[in-house]
């Protein structure tokens, strides 16, 4: 069975590397197979900006540094939202369950408004 896990939406600090929080893998984990993250947008963002940067994963429990992919670009749509990125990016990495895992992002340019960012990792049970 695969697990989805998601963190929440933090402020993705602009072009300084930026905890996204911590994952934990439930119990009974098996597999790490895939990750991905995305820039959430925020209020008054323009269609000027772009939304690319780096995620980092860490983990002081599995050996899966250094972990590096492109976060998936998103598009500013006219009304000042933006669509959802959806690549996941695979991996294969035993686990047991119980691991952390934390989430980093660095974008590549400066946002003007308040930028979000998460990331989310498919793990199989």
Do not use: H
Not at 53 to 67: F, Y
Not at 100 to 109: L, S, V
């Amino acid at each position: 069975m695969l697990k989805y896990l998601v963190s929440s939406a933090v402020a993705a600090g602009d072009t300084t590397k930026t905890s996204l929080g911590v994952i934990q893998l439930p119990a009974g984990s098996k597999a790490l197979l895939g990750a991905w993250c995305y820039a959430c947008g925020g209020p008054g963002e323009t269609t000027l900006e772009n939304k690319t940067g780096i995620c980092e994963l860490e983990s002081p429990d599995i050996n899966i540094q250094p972990c590096q992919f492109p976060i998936e670009q998103t598009t500013m749509l006219t009304g000042g939202s933006n669509s959802v990125a959806t690549k996941v990016w695979p991996m294969s990495a035993a686990v047991k369950g119980g691991e952390r895992i934390t989430g980093y992002i660095t974008m590549d340019m400066a946002i003007t408004a308040a930028n979000l960012a998460r990331y989310g990792l498919v793990v199989e049970v």
